[in-house]
C-alpha cells in the first residue's frame, strides 16, 4: 500500500478533512493561539487560513512528501514564517519548552503511539501553554460504539492507522494535561465518523 499510503491518502485527507463545514470547525479550534506554535499532522495545510495573526512562528510536522508540497500553496499567502522541522509526532525536534501551544486536528487518532506524542508536545510546551484540538473519536451512544468498534479494522486499514474508538479528552488528561474547554457533539455525516471534540487543555 506504498503507492495509496504516500500519493493517494493524502489527498483523500484534503478532500473529506476540506470545505466549509471543516473550516468552521477549525476556526473554532485555533481560536486564542499566540507565538510559538508546533502543530503535529499538519497535513496539507488546512488550518494556515484561519490561524489567527497573534501566531507569529508555526513548526509543522508532517511525515507525507505529498502534503507537504500541497501545503506551499497556502502557506505562500499567510506571510506566516513556517519550519517544517520534522516527520514524527512521536519524536519531536525541538527543545524543551520552546512553544507557546501546540495544535492537533485530525491527527490524534491516527498516530501509532500516541501517548508518547502527547508526552512529547507537553515536552516542548513551555508550562502554562496550551494544546488546542480538533479531533474525532468514541461517540457517547452505545450503538455508535459498536459501529464504531465494527468498522475501526477497515477504517484503519484504508485510513492510514486512523482509530474511531480513542477518546481524546482521555487520552490528554491521562498524558497530565489539564482540560479548559471541551466541546463535542456530532458533526454533519455519519455518526462513526463524526462525534467531533473541539476545545483546549493546558500544561501544568
Known sequence: MGFYREHVLPRLVDLTCGGPEMERWRRRAVEGLEGSVV????????????????????????????????????????????????????????????????????????????????????????????????????APDEDVRRWQRRLEPVQRRVAGGCHLTRDTPALLTDAGFELERVEARYAKGPKPWTWFTVGTARTP
Not at 497535513?43 to 510536522?61: C, F, K, M, Q, Y
Not at 507537504?68 to 497556502?74: C, K, T
Open 39 to 138: 502543530e503535529i499532522g499538519f497535513g496539507s495545510g488546512a488550518n494556515l487560513p484561519v490561524l489567527p495573526r497573534e501566531v507569529t512562528t508555526l513548526h509543522a510536522v508532517e511525515p507525507s512528501e505529498v502534503a507537504r508540497a500541497r501545503a506551499r500553496r497556502r502557506e505562500r499567502p499567510t506571510g506566516l514564517e513556517v519550519r517544517h522541522v520534522g516527520v514524527d509526532g512521536e519524536s519531536l525536534p525541538l527543545e524543551d519548552h520552546t512553544c507557546d501551544a501546540a495544535l492537533t486536528t485530525f491527527t490524534l487518532c491516527t498516530i501509532p503511539d500516541v501517548e508518547r506524542a502527547l508526552a512529547e508536545l507537553r515536552r516542548v510546551v513551555r508550562p502554562g501553554g496550551r494544546i488546542h484540538f480538533l479531533e474525532h473519536g468514541l
